[in-house]
């Protein structure tokens, strides 16, 4: 284990249950793997997210936590990887995302605004109800077989320092005005296009939209992909538009309009 991380492990230690926490646990990841920017989100089953920490600059918090708790995050492959069956563990964000989410209109629309060259999340369950994403991102270049490797290797000391700082954290006193969004935020695949979609348009529209092919697709809803390609069709003859960028669109306005 690098001996920078044991002695920045000390000085998270000493800082557990304090403010400073989390930026000693992003000081000491970057002293031994260097990246730009670290953000921490805690997620709730599909409640919206828990900006725990950032170190961005304004310009960049607003694109990244502020924008992305609008809506953006019900489509984050890190949020899915969270209420779905992804262990806990160190993951690059292409191992955990749809295949074809660097093609699909998230991506085209929301994220690829980041600039971001790669991110890298610590996926850790907090307990039965809290996980949290410690994203690592960078914006000139991957990150290396070696520096997961080191990452990894930090990976049970990070883990167990997170569990123990954020068991704490409050989620029982969200308002009901909180409660109310949350709901009309998760609630937005369904209702898009005002109840002309059947369920199985909408499944498929939400699927589309978290960037999977009509292949997976298929898969996931046992169809064929030929299906999958007519039910598309079928949406967007009754949303009335003519492409994924204009469904994306929609996607965000519904949940504006909730």
């Not at 502020?66 to 019900?74: K, R, T, V």
């Not at 009309?184 to 296009?193: E, L, S």
């Not at 498929?204 to 939209?209: A, F, G, K, S």
């Not at 999958?228 to 994306?248: A, C, M, P, T």
């Amino acid at each position: 284990m690098p001996t920078d991380w044991n002695k920045q492990a000390a000085l998270c230690l000493d800082a557990l249950g304090t403010p400073g926490f989390a930026a000693a646990l992003a000081d000491g990841i970057q002293s031994v793997v260097p990246y730009e920017f670290t953000v921490v989100f805690g997620y709730i089953g599909r409640d919206r997210p828990l900006a725990l920490f950032d170190d961005f600059t304004p310009a960049r918090r607003k694109l990244h936590v502020d924008e992305y708790l609008e809506g953006p995050y019900l489509i984050d492959p890190f949020f899915l990887a969270s209420i779905g069956d992804t262990p806990p563990g160190v993951w690059r964000l292409k191992e955990i995302a749809p295949d074809r989410f660097y093609q699909g209109e998230y991506y085209r629309s929301y994220y690829a605004q980041t600039g971001l060259a790669e991110e890298v999340g610590f996926l850790i369950d907090v307990d039965t109800d809290l996980q949290i994403v410690v994203s690592l991102m960078r914006t000139e270049k991957r990150f290396s077989k070696s520096d997961m490797r080191v990452l990894s290797e930090i990976w049970p000391i990070a883990e167990a320092l997170c569990r123990r700082h954020w068991s704490s954290v409050e989620r029982s006193g969200r308002s009901e005005t909180t409660e109310i969004l949350n709901q009309k935020v998760a609630d937005a695949f369904k209702t898009i296009g005002d109840g002309y979609l059947s369920t199985r348009e909408s499944e498929i529209v939400e699927l589309t939209l978290r960037g999977h092919s009509s292949e997976a697709i298929g898969r996931l809803l046992t169809i064929a992909p030929g299906t999958v390609r007519i039910h598309r069709r079928n949406v967007y003859s009754k949303l009335r538009i003519n492409s994924q960028g204009e469904l994306f669109s929609l996607f965000l306005d519904t949940i504006g309009a909730s």
